[in-house]
């Protein structure tokens, strides 16, 4: 059984910086494309940044330049590296395969941006 454990959330001013981390154990890692998602307060999920098992990243309009998503299959990890944070940022951000399939949703870990 896959399990997803998101780590790295917490509170941060307009302009400041986080770095979240998710492990995955269960599984055989490398072989799959992995995404971070978010959903904000009576919204829906959104994924908001992918990584291929090459490492080809992609990421939605709204935080590119802003976030960098990383990985590394030997640890089962990935990285969402966010800097310059907005309050529209605002949300719990999960970790899960990209696409579809995805597995069973972990916990999140809150992510709020305010003065």
Not at 29 to 42: I, K, L, T
Not at 62 to 89: C, H, W
């Amino acid at each position: 059984q896959v399990q997803l454990v998101e780590s790295g959330g917490g509170m941060v001013q307009p302009g400041g910086s986080l770095r979240l981390s998710c492990a995955a154990t269960g599984t055989v890692f490398s072989v799959y494309a992995m995404g971070w998602y978010r959903q904000a307060p009576g919204k829906q999920r959104e994924m908001v940044a992918s990584i291929t098992s090459g490492g080809a990243t992609s990421l939605v309009a709204s935080v590119k330049g802003r976030f960098t998503i990383s990985r590394d299959n030997a640890k089962k990890m990935v990285y969402l590296q966010m800097s310059s944070l907005e309050p529209g940022d605002t949300a719990i951000y999960y970790c899960n395969r990209a696409g579809d399939n995805r597995w069973a949703w972990g916990q999140g870990t809150q992510v709020t941006v305010s003065v």
